[in-house]
């Protein structure tokens, strides 16, 4: 039986170092040419993971072309050119060689080294395990198969076209988006996307951002030397009045679920926006819809682009929570007028996202195996955030806590009745091995004000969270923040 020595898998997710694990036993020949492999379930059942973790390591491993799979016989190791073997066999670490030949291992370690990194609750990270390996591997295989000449040719500055048209079927069934697929622009993650859209509409216009808000966008724009003003925030969202009183001529949203306060725009203010929009022939609005697909309340609220007639709003979009941050494909949507002038001034940029990437990830939209996908990852996160509420509330935490913003979104806002000053409270949560961020880290006025209201407010981002951790944090946050 194959064996695996747990303790070396620091951060990899568990499919992740199955495959590595294998790999290097088959290049350094401990799994012998043509030797028969355990099937899924007898190798999940003796490293004690699922069958899915083990069918998606065997599935990396043959589109690589370490095993083969015969019908109704099972994997097999695949005999490797000698050449190929020598060379790799160099490059493995002669340790975990020695590990593996040990007589007698009959007892896996599953536990981490207790030195690993923080719970992290504050990044913009995923659970691994949860990535669509097998389908994935599947899809790619298929592309570099069928569609060599495709992927070898220039790239589209826009993006190939098949994503480009899958990208628009689906937000025309799941947000109400009339578009066509000339409109979209595919980028490799959004700071890209921004950087092409301050060329698109001049550098020498204010911008506007919600306070608090997304600070890397704002980051960005100070990078390029461009003006900024914080615009506040109440409990409808971005203050229309503040922009009026301001010299901003765009303004940058996430409407559907803001970042970092979890509130959503009301109706009343998206037609207020968009009529202060509307009043300038220089004013657009940056529609951010980062993690929209993840509304666990009621049904998904229209967008502002859909609701704009006046050819207003740029929307910007990403892939990153609803597969993985890895991946680092993008997207906005150009109003017509924005999409002749990129074509006239900006169209001489190549795409920067390769024709593989592009090619398997319109097959994984197009097959119907994206929809599938977020299905299967709301109701994983669902269930994880109900975890996390119920363990929290049924904790000391209860009697000074409040959630708030849960309805929506990979995170939610968990106030803290204290008198403490947030970093404060950041110092003994990290103390507990436990990262987090509080909405006074968002604030973006130059002298950090922070009013009353907006203070001991965590932002919990339990996306990257696994359901065996919730009770760490739970204990975490308690040794924490209650004064014993």
């Known amino acids: 039986m194959v064996t695996i020595d747990f303790s070396q898998r620091k951060n990899s997710s568990l499919t992740e170092f199955i495959y590595s694990q294998l790999k290097e036993q088959i290049i350094s020949q401990i799994l012998k040419p043509n030797e028969k492999l355990p099937s899924k379930r007898a190798l999940a059942n003796h490293l004690g993971v699922s069958v899915i973790t083990t069918q998606n390591a065997y599935e990396l491993l043959i ?26 066999k160099e490059k493995i670490n002669s340790q975990l060689i020695k590990n593996l030949e040990i007589k007698n291992m009959d007892k896996i370690l599953f536990e981490k080294n207790k030195d690993t990194e923080k719970i992290n609750l504050s990044g913009n990270l995923i659970n691994l395990e949860q990535f669509p390996f097998a389908t994935w591997a599947k899809l790619m295989k298929l592309v570099l198969k069928e569609s060599k000449e495709k992927i070898l040719s220039s790239l589209p ?25 000339e409109q979209i622009i595919i980028g490799a993650g959004s700071e890209y996307l921004y950087t092409l859209i301050l060329q698109l509409l001049g550098k020498n216009k204010i911008y506007g951002m919600e306070n608090p808000g997304y600070t890397k966008i704002t980051s960005i724009l100070k990078s390029n030397n461009i003006e900024c003003i914080p615009i506040p925030m109440d409990k409808k969202g971005i203050s229309v009045d503040a922009l009026e009183n301001s010299n901003v001529s765009v303004v940058h949203v996430s409407p559907a679920h803001h970042f970092p306060t979890g509130s959503i725009m009301q109706v009343r203010r998206r037609q207020e926006l968009l009529n202060w929009c509307s009043k300038h022939d220089n004013r657009f609005i940056i529609e951010d819809d980062y993690d929209s697909e993840f509304r666990f309340t009621g049904k998904s609220i229209d967008t502002l682009f859909s609701m704009d007639n006046q050819n207003k709003v740029i929307y910007i979009n990403t892939f990153t929570k609803t597969i993985s941050p890895s991946l680092r494909i993008s997207y906005m949507v150009l109003p017509l007028e924005l999409v002749k002038k990129f074509r006239q001034n900006l169209g001489f940029y190549s795409c920067t996202v390769s024709s593989i990437e592009q090619m398997t990830l319109a097959s994984f939209i197009s097959m119907g195996f994206y ?78 004000k922070i009013e009353n209201s907006e203070k001991s407010k965590l932002v919990i981002n339990y996306s990257s969270l696994k359901k065996n951790q919730i009770p760490l944090v739970v204990k975490g946050l308690c040794k924490a923040l209650i004064n014993e």
């Open 157 to 181: 500055p826009q993006g190939i076209e098949e994503l480009r048209n899958a990208i628009s079927i689906h937000l025309s069934q799941f947000r109400n988006m009339n578009i066509s697929s």
């Open 371 to 448: 929809e599938k996908h977020l299905i299967r990852m709301k109701n994983y996160y669902r269930n994880l955030r109900d975890n996390l509420i119920f363990e929290i509330m049924n904790s000391p935490l209860k009697n000074l806590s409040k959630i708030e913003g849960k309805d929506a979104g990979l995170h939610f806002i968990l106030k803290i009745n204290s008198s403490e000053e947030d970093d404060i409270l950041a110092k003994k949560i990290d103390n507990q091995g436990i990262k987090v961020s509080f909405i006074s880290d968002y604030i973006q006025n130059e002298n950090k």
């Open 63 to 88: 589109a690589e072309g370490y095993i083969f799979s015969s019908e109704r016989s099972g994997y097999y190791v695949t005999p490797l050119e000698e050449n190929f073997i020598h060379l790799k």
